[in-house]
């Protein structure tokens, strides 16, 4: 590896030439020769602006629209049915406690090292890992593992487009027992009341309204994993609208998609602000929220409890996945960096605790409805916001008005989701190519988003579900630890902490944190293993 102090100046210089873009390559032409190109680092590093004439990498069109890109991918699916769910079910207030606690201490530095590796090397991680060429099919693999679990975010997306087409129904499907779907075990309003002393509803195993629509009329669910069955071509063609909007999205560039960032995502905590002021008002709100908020000692001596938040913790921030390096990537070379992880995990953790209350408030609200205690309300996974919150919302006045809003809010975080996380292939493909140009960045973009859309084929089918756990448990949450631990074993004890600090502080000019180091060599490390 050349030695970075030596160049430092001749680094500077080249920025400075550029103003503020991204580090290049040393170049010098003589009479004599054709230039020679020096590395600054071990890192694969570019000169962005000349790899074609005319045409340059891009770059994200002011430092908002990177936030804003980071927080859609920090506020997703999991910030709203994973983690109250796990909160719910792991000593409420407790559980929050610990999860920004982990957020705080070990989110940041995780945060801050994958955006302080794209922006200096101006690559995703499928470039960055040339720092240690015996692993450097760690970002390769993290491409690998994106590309996989796109399409579950295809799928998901699918449910929340369905859902919102049917919003705009004169009697909202999933509030009534009198539909086509429906059996003789559903239950609603109208056809039975609810014996709150013994909870019967739980019970005698009777199905709601929203259970069946989604399991009967969504989903079709087949008997088991044996039995794929036909494909629920509603949600293909939903699959097939959202492709089209991740597309346009994404051919032309960050430039584009950056903008995009701009508009949904305030939208999202728009939205999600109003449901909050909504659930607040509902009767029953308050008990739920009290149960959150009462805080259970003796969850603290529960393994489980410490473990799944410094999970949720890890997912939030999108560890070992490659999506910040990949959007800090398309970050000018001198960007902020430090400040920008505060930002992301702040802002990040505010939305997570107003989005628990939120959920809190309406199981309280299902709760004293159906007349069942707080802990028999819902059970894990998409039924948090698919069934409970969607018949609760089904209740209200002008409920198609609420229904929309949710579902729209649903629909935005996961067309965003699908549109960073599209972008970590198609980077991952644009920079392995010796030229670039907008029709290669098209003819990628239209393929990604086409394989992904055929590869979601399996879990549109009636035993869809099945496929989806399984790929959600082996793949997502098995490549968390793997990547996790093997990302800090690199960078902190191969390459080394003293020179990506000094790296940093060529970018930024500030080193990182003392506290950081630790954290990154001893303390993450075991963590994730």
Not at 432 to 444: A, G
Request: charged share 10%; glycine share 8%.
């Amino acid at each position: 590896m050349a030695d970075l102090e030596s160049k430092e100046d001749t680094v500077t210089s080249n920025v400075a030439k550029k103003e503020g873009g991204p580090l290049p390559t040393t170049q010098e032409s003589t009479a004599s020769g054709p230039a020679v190109s020096t590395p600054v680092t071990s890192f694969d590093v570019e000169d962005q602006t000349a790899v074609s004439p005319g045409v340059e990498r891009g770059y994200w069109g002011s430092n908002a629209e990177f936030i804003m890109a980071a927080l859609a991918i920090t506020i997703d699916y999991s910030l709203i049915w994973r983690l109250p769910y796990m909160c719910y079910r792991n000593g409420g207030v407790v559980y929050m406690i610990l999860y920004g606690i982990f957020l705080l201490l070990f989110g940041v530095p995780i945060f801050y090292m994958d955006l302080s590796l794209g922006q200096f090397c101006g690559k995703g991680p499928a470039h960055i890992y040339n720092l240690s060429p015996l692993l450097r099919g760690i970002g390769v693999g993290m491409v690998v593992v994106i590309a996989m679990c796109h399409p579950l975010y295809s799928t998901i997306t699918s449910w929340s487009l369905y859902y919102l087409f049917q919003s705009g129904s004169t009697v909202l499907p999933w509030s009534t027992c009198s539909n086509m779907w429906n059996t003789i075990s559903c239950i609603d309003d109208h056809t039975a009341s609810f014996n709150t002393s013994q909870d019967s509803y739980m019970f005698r195993m009777l199905s709601s309204p929203g259970e069946e629509y989604f399991n009967r009329r969504v989903l079709d669910i087949s008997t088991g994993l044996e039995q794929s069955g036909g494909l629920r071509w509603q949600l293909v063609g939903c699959t097939f609208a959202t492709a089209l909007l991740i597309f346009a999205a994404l051919f032309w560039g960050v430039k584009v998609t950056g903008k995009v960032m701009l508009v949904t995502v305030p939208l999202i905590f728009l939205l999600l602000l109003a449901l909050f002021i909504r659930g607040m008002t509902l009767p029953g709100s308050l008990e739920g929220v009290k149960y959150a908020l009462l805080p259970s000692a003796s969850s603290l001596l529960e393994l489980q409890t410490w473990t799944s938040a410094l999970i949720s913790a890890w997912y939030t921030i999108g560890m070992a996945t490659g999506v910040i390096s990949t959007l800090a990537s398309y970050k000018r070379f001198k960007s902020t960096a430090l400040r920008d992880s505060y930002i992301v995990c702040g802002v990040s953790l505010g939305v997570g605790m107003i989005t628990s209350m939120m959920v809190f408030a309406f199981f309280g609200a299902i709760a004293q409805h159906k007349g069942v205690a707080m802990h028999n309300v819902v059970t894990a996974g998409p039924s948090t916001v698919y069934i409970a919150m969607a018949e609760m919302l089904a209740r209200l006045p002008v409920p198609q008005v609420w229904s929309f809003a949710l579902f729209f809010m649903l629909l935005l975080m996961g067309l965003s989701t699908q549109v960073l996380t599209a972008e970590v292939v198609i980077t991952a493909v644009l920079d392995s190519v010796p030229r670039r140009s907008r029709l290669i960045r098209i003819v990628i973009t239209a393929a990604v988003c086409g394989v992904s859309f055929l590869l979601t084929f399996p879990y549109l089918s009636e035993g869809g579900i099945y496929f989806f756990t399984m790929v959600d448990i082996s793949v997502m949450r098995l490549s968390l630890y793997v990547f996790g631990f093997l990302q800090l074993l690199t960078v902190g004890w191969i390459y080394g902490i003293e020179q990506l600090s000094r790296d940093i502080k060529m970018m930024t000019g500030l080193r990182p944190p003392v506290v950081f180091k630790p954290i990154w060599c001893f303390v993450l490390p075991p963590l994730s293993c």
